[in-house]
């Protein structure tokens, strides 16, 4: 199973876009990069997912390098609400798709 | 309102009296899966299912034991719990397919003394 690497911490100004990077150097073609976020204890919220593309919705948007071996997490204008904890996790397209590891995280903290 | 319902929210008990914390969703999810948190060690996965029937470990399965007899409950059993069992635990679920993104419940803190 892939796993991620993510820095342990960052900042980031409010306002401004905070880019939250991941290293997911061993996916499979088949395997999506998902985001989620906690906030303090509460169930972790699904942010944002992708496979090879770009995405964006209305909360974020996902930027893929094109060998899908790393990825980043863009939230364009970042508030107080956005600090949380940020996990980046991959998951297989089919086949075993119940088994994940989520690590330990991103802690973003927004800073007025 | 699609929901995936935890019971109960906090729960304090003995070491070794049985209990059993109860994972609910209303969205047909083929998916369920519960997950732990301790301080440092971000979320880990018990055990997962695929379907009704159909249950598979996780990365840290010792001490629990889960059933999946209805396609919407998913109860996490500890038969015997242990103070190294605490913990925040959740439950989430999702469509089968790894394109579907996992939805969760808010938690329950157990305490086990």
């Known amino acids: 199973d892939a796993k991620t690497t993510q820095p342990p911490s960052m900042d980031c100004a409010e306002g401004r876009a905070a880019n939250l990077p991941c290293n997911h150097s061993t996916i499979s073609g088949n395997e999506y990069v998902y985001w989620y976020r906690q906030i303090h204890s509460q169930g972790p919220q699904y942010i944002i997912h992708g496979l090879k593309n770009n995405e964006t919705n209305e909360m974020a948007s996902l930027i893929i390098t094109e060998d899908r071996k790393s990825s980043t997490l863009i939230l364009p204008h970042a508030t107080l609400r956005d600090t949380a904890v940020y996990y980046c996790?991959?998951?297989?397209?089919?086949?075993?798709?119940?088994?994940?590891?989520f690590g330990q995280g991103t802690t973003l903290q927004v800073k007025p | 309102e699609a929901q995936v319902t935890q019971n109960p929210r906090y729960l304090i008990t003995v070491t070794g009296k049985k209990l059993t914390v109860t994972c609910s969703q209303n969205?047909?999810?083929?998916?369920m899966s519960w997950y732990r948190q301790d301080p440092g060690l971000g979320l880990r996965q018990i055990y997962y299912s695929m379907n009704v029937e159909v249950t598979d470990k996780g990365d840290v399965p010792e001490g629990y034991k889960v059933s999946r007899k209805e396609k919407r409950n998913f109860p996490l059993i500890l038969e015997s719990p242990s103070p190294n069992q605490t913990s925040l635990y959740f439950c989430?679920?999702?469509w089968g397919g790894g394109n579907s993104p996992l939805h969760f419940g808010n938690g329950t803190r157990l305490t086990v003394t």
């Open positions: 969205m047909n999810h083929e998916y």
């Open positions: 996790i991959v998951r297989l397209g089919s086949g075993n798709t119940g088994k994940l590891i």
């Open positions: 989430a679920s999702s």
